[in-house]
């Protein structure tokens, strides 16, 4: 079955300090992907996505992700978090165009 | 204005009510989504919609039943509300292939007491 996994729930990161979120895929072949951010109290909103080409994919708010098909990843990065950036992140995939399957989710905090 | 809205914002009802929550979009997409969101366990597809004339189930349908009254329109119904469907739940909107990016509303949150 497809699925996309987020091993960590929550994780917490000084201000200032780099962040890493994973995020792993099961699909058949390698399916469209997503990060998403939820707010507090807001909906989702896009921060990037992957189709093809270039695997080192910018979204906003200075983030950035990096499939890798070798290990069926797809982990979001940013090098300098900021306190505003504590939210739950949602990893997503869509392997026809149709459907999104969403991982669990990690919540990040931040600490001043 | 928000381009996908959802109303209410919040609600809470009681077990056996009859509970309807309202998306509307402006974005032109043919496609529209329900979602609810637990904790841990991400978003999970309840029914969605290609078009005015098109419903289908999701991941998990049971309990919950939807209309497209247009294309800018969809509603999620909950016939008999029970505790379990305590959730946030969304609505969701996309053009559709080939890269079917959605475009989520704020949420409600309901409380089925």
């Known amino acids: 079955a497809q699925s996309v996994t987020q091993p960590d729930i929550h994780i917490t990161v000084s201000e200032g300090a780099s962040l890493e979120l994973r995020c792993n895929y099961s699909?058949?072949?390698?399916?469209?992907l997503f990060w998403y951010v939820q707010s507090p109290g807001q909906g989702l909103q896009l921060l990037l996505k992957?189709?093809?080409?270039?695997?080192l994919v910018q979204g906003i708010k200075g983030f950035e992700a990096e499939f890798k098909r070798s290990q069926s990843s797809f982990n979001l990065r940013k090098p300098s978090v900021h306190w505003s950036d504590a939210a739950e992140y949602f990893c997503?995939?869509?392997?026809?165009?149709?459907?999104?399957?969403f991982g669990g989710g990690t919540r990040l905090m931040v600490k001043p | 204005d928000a381009d996908v809205t959802q109303t209410p914002r919040n609600r809470i009802t009681k077990t056996g009510k009859r509970i309807m929550l309202e998306c509307s979009q402006t974005?032109?997409?043919?496609?529209m989504y329900w979602y609810r969101q637990d904790p841990g366990l991400g978003l999970r597809l309840i029914y969605y919609?290609?078009?005015?004339?098109?419903?289908n189930k999701g991941e998990i349908s049971d309990g919950y039943s939807v209309s497209r009254q247009a294309q800018a329109k969809f509603s999620l119904s909950l016939e008999s509300a029970i505790p379990n469907q305590t959730a946030l739940y969304f609505c969701?909107?996309?053009?559709?292939?080939?890269?079917?990016?959605?475009?989520f509303g704020p949420g409600t949150r309901l409380t089925v007491l």
């Open positions: 969701a909107t996309s053009g559709g292939a080939p890269y079917n990016e959605q475009f």
């Open positions: 699909y058949g072949a390698t399916p469209y």
């Open positions: 992957y189709f093809s080409g270039d695997t």
């Open positions: 997503a995939a869509d392997n026809a165009g149709n459907m999104l399957t």
């Open positions: 974005k032109g997409h043919d496609r």
């Open positions: 919609s290609f078009d005015v004339k098109d419903i």
